[in-house]
């Protein structure tokens, strides 16, 4: 690993294990993953990678991020360290898919967001999922880890992080051609995920504060 990308990670790990300390739920279902594609609900901002991956991964990750994040030399910087993969959002990116495929082929993890943007509805409502995660999971023959989290948003409160089983599609009986169908299989188990994420914040009394709005410039 470039030094860059170990500055950033550690840092990041830091950051988020004092800033937004996450309570995990299904850790042992994370022990029965063999490797592959990590999917998550997105809600609010590019924290979410660092709180799902930093509380697993000691090793170097990928993740998939919108291209725009990477347009200032901070943010390139940063998002390159830790193993970022910039996409162009609306329109296919093979250069994006073939990165996708090489670092799944090398025995990599990938973070992916299926549902392409922040959903600030949180976990009260999920929104549609983009087609692709299942065509690289087939492709490469790797599993998919769901993972959700119920995030409180503000600074030094405990989040949750629900992981499920691993998902081999293959194994369930899905070809390369059934995109369509495997994506609403992995969306039906991400509900799954939601549900009991709030159930547990039920129990605990807690309450999903959402983003904070940016106040428009006049």
Not at 123 to 149: D, H, N, Q
Request: net charge positive; hydrophobic share 40%.
């Amino acid at each position: 690993m470039a030094k860059i990308g170990k500055f950033a990670q550690i840092t990041a790990r830091v950051l988020q294990r004092i800033i937004w300390p996450t309570k995990i739920y299904g850790a042992e279902n994370f022990e029965k993953f063999s490797g592959g594609i990590i999917i998550s609900n997105h809600y609010a901002s590019a924290a979410d990678g660092s709180i799902i991956f930093n509380a697993f991964f000691k090793n170097y990750f990928n993740a998939l991020v919108k291209e725009e994040a990477f347009k200032t030399k901070i943010g390139n910087w940063f998002l390159t360290g830790v193993g970022c993969i910039p996409v162009k959002r609306g329109e296919a990116d093979i250069d994006a898919y073939k990165k996708v495929v090489t670092v799944l082929k090398n025995g990599e993890n990938i973070l992916i967001f299926p549902e392409g943007t922040r959903n600030k509805a949180g976990t009260e409502v999920m929104a549609p999922f983009k087609k692709g995660v299942s065509v690289f999971a087939m492709r490469t023959k790797v599993e998919i880890l769901p993972t959700l989290y119920f995030r409180m948003h503000r600074p030094f409160r405990k989040n949750i992080l629900v992981v499920g089983e691993p998902i081999d599609l293959l194994k369930e009986g899905f070809d390369r051609k059934q995109d369509a169908e495997a994506t609403e299989f992995l969306y039906e188990k991400m509900q799954a995920l939601r549900v009991k994420a709030n159930e547990i914040a039920k129990e605990r009394g807690l309450k999903q504060y959402p983003p904070r709005k940016v106040k428009a410039k006049k």
